[in-house]
């Protein structure tokens, strides 16, 4: 308790001193560091061109990029580089003592920008969230690029560490699915909003700089390789006319009768009616060495559907096994999926024993008495 | 250690006595009349809700009334609650959170006990539970009664000599003994077993519905999804008057 005390009033001052330090205003969350060509911040709906100039970041800050770059550097060092008619909106960002409490939140909504996180670790990174028009990306202690067009789709590359290894993993997700990126230069492309990442596909021969908009004009052929067999999949899977092989038909053949397994009998198939309250104990055979396996159940005396003898209706529900029967009362029966058991019934129509897996591991005796 | 225990008593009429011993927390309950509102929170360890002093064996706490509402939490060990309650269109809220608790009810032991809606959650291992609800001559009609065991080797005897009855049970945990009875019309009973080593007993037995009314079809239901290594379950569904 006491080490936890000393670690947190610890992370209170370094987060003291680094605001003190730095000479930021209290609602300060960065600095730009870098401004080259035409760059402005929007705040409060007032266009703060820079102009070269350099100037401290704040909460729900835009940063706008014309012909010209800038780099912010955020409170825990995280970075973020614009690259030329880029835009991003600087949604949340909270420093707590605790980093588990932190929060960080973009979206980047045009052009090209790079994300670095911070080295400071004041935040944890399950708590960075960078959006993108089509896109979430969650971040596990990382560098990368996203590139926006004009219609919202965007290109997501995972850049190398200084020793050229991946600089941690990416989880690129939407309403359409989730890919996760691992490898340096790994990248996805995302279309829409319910439209799943592309698979992700590694990029040949480039760096860090010569990622830029250009992208958005002429994607890397591997990205562009990879859409078209997507789309080419997802045409063939629509069944549309033209993928019909007439010379495969064949449902002529099938025998629709024959193929009525009594498997797919389940609770809908229980007719009421059906039941027989004047059976003839006398009639009734053997059934002890009737034998079915059914799901993870290996059934004797009953088999699956309705059993006119005992009538009970047996079939699998989500892989449990389910014995109905409903002759002077309900009886319902559920055991779990490879239950092993024993279910001795006396009624006045039937006696008999059915048994699961051939086991007394549950062993159930039913006395209906009218 | 330290115990506490907190009452909230609200709409009270007729009479009701309270009082607390000195050695382990006690709640003599002797009351009569309707529209009783009852809570009470007991946290530790031997406390008791009954009507004596509990120095030999505890003796029955008398509740009688219509529209009362009970809202009991005991946490501990080795408490003790003791019946007979006698209420009709009343709601019982009863939660345990221990080991080695003791219950014995009897709901309606001399009267009526109509249009009940019980919810039991237990929490704990080797609690032992004897409820026993309506009697031959006293009405007990429509109750609704939910369980849900969270423990081992507990011991439930549930007795309910009612109509009407629908009981969810949700049991939990290894070595559970339970044996119930519905004794009359129209009885449904759902029970989710989930343990090992539990001895099951359930016994319905037919009678007379609502009012003497004709039951409907069907007249009794039981519904039991069990998940178990090993079980013992005996049904008994009769129109004789003879369980197991």
Redesign the interface.
Known sequence: MLLYKLIRKTQLTIVSLILFASGVEANSIGDIVESTGIGQIVRNNEQIQLKGSLIPVELNDEAKTGNGRMLIEFLDKAQLSLKEHSEVLIDEIYYDPDPSLSKMSMKFTMGTARFASGRLGLINKANIDIKTPTASIAVRGTDFTTTVDELGRSLIILLPDDNGDPSGEIIVSNEGGTVTLKEAYAATMVTSLDQSPTQTVTINGITPALIDNMFIVAPPPEVEDQIKEEMADEQDKDGGLLDVDFLEFDELEKDELEESEPSDFNELDIDELSVDYLVDVLDIIDSSDLFDTLGEFDLKGVSRGFNEESQFNVFLQDG?LVLYR?I?????????AG???TLDTITPTWEGIITGNESE?????????? | MNKLLSITIVGLLSSFVFAQATDDNEIRIDQTGDTLTLYIDQVGYGNKIGLDDFSSSGSDMTVVGSSLTFDIDMIGNQNLIFGPLILDSSSLTFSTTGDSNEVDWNIGDTGSSDSSNYAFAITGDSNTFDIDQGKVGASAERLDADLILLGGSNVFDLDFESDDITWNFDITGDSNNFNTLQNDGSQSLTVEWNGDSGDVDINQISGTCVGGAPCATPNAVINLDITSDNATIQINQKDAANDS
């Open positions: 449990n409903n002077n009362g309900v009886i319902r029966i559920k055991i779990s239950g092993n058991f591991d549950i062993l159930i005796y039913i006395n209906q008495v009218n």
